[in-house]
């Protein structure tokens, strides 16, 4: 594996981040088995307190992030949900909160409002009630989100809702898409797995087939035509059939930054996978100094740590080479190119991975939790 050794590149002080994604908590009565969690899940013991939140809440505004998104876990589950709302809003933050809309009441959601969060996204996992309950782990839960929706569109706040897609729904995108509308939201975002997390340790029982996901972006496109000025329905597309990656979190340490519970900062969700990086606490550093020279957001940070073919490829500013996880978890380096480009000489591994993954025919999940990949249930759970 390629250690890049950023102490040897020129240092120009980045721009400030656009977007924090403060995972509150991940405690979540859900147990998605693609969930974009780590698999070592934090505990509530070592959670940050409110006034370390706020503080953090205000650093970020402080050094110019735009986006505040409040997600989890369940972000709700914490207690002090509705506060630290409040500090981000009258520091000037733009808030999302980021919900499974299980636990939260209509008391809860009017509190937040009162608030003046800005707006809420909402994931469902299918328009199929049933399926819905299998994929979330959790009986009842779809029925709860329909109920949510409703209060949120009484209460007059934005409405966006996410649905992951993977073998399981992947034939019901358009029913997903006609039930956002139906829930009243503005935005739809039809996001097809990533493979980071747990959805790794669910990669044969998740990835869709070639042709699905082809019939899928021709469905996409035509319900884009039919609802034009009714919905924007937003498309991730799924990087094992890609032939160019995507520019992975906008570019490393470029627009965003991840606060775990317990106050790592991170540069994107799945990065505590590279063995070699060293994270910074929002306890022991300010925001602003993890950000401009945290050696893990150095480590990739620009283009002089990339290889061939990055190095002299024309499209290295646009996508930045991809992801460096995804390249580290098949290639063994992340200073590869992403395999989901071409023009890696991984490439062809990683279609032959979604190959195989797809025709596995397993089902049974592993389902998030806190118990870890080993420890988690491997089947259905349904808990009331
Ligand atoms: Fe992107 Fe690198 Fe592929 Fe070029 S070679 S398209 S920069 S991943
Ligand atoms: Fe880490 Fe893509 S998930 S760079």
Redesign the pocket.
Known sequence: MTVPNPASATRVAPPAPLGMLAELTHRCPLSCPYCSNPVDLEKRSVELDTETWKRVFSEAAAMGVLHLHLSGGEPTARKDIVELTAHAVKVGLYTNLITSGIGVTREKLQELADAGLDHVQLSIQDALPDNADRIAGLKGAHEKKRVLAGHVLELGLPLTINAVIHRANIENIEALVHMALEFGARRVEIAHSQY?GWALENRNMLMPTREQVMKAADTVERLREELQGKLVIDAVVPDYYARRPKP??GG?GKQSLNVTPQGKVLP????ETIPHLVFDYVTEKSLSEIWEHGSAFEAYRGTSWMKEPCTSCPRKEIDFGG????ALAITGDPANADPACSLSPHHAKITSLALKAADSGKSDYVYRSFGGAKGGPRVEITRS
Do not use: G, I, N, S
């Open positions: 980071y992975c979190v490393w994107c969700h799945a990065a992801c460096r996880c995804q």
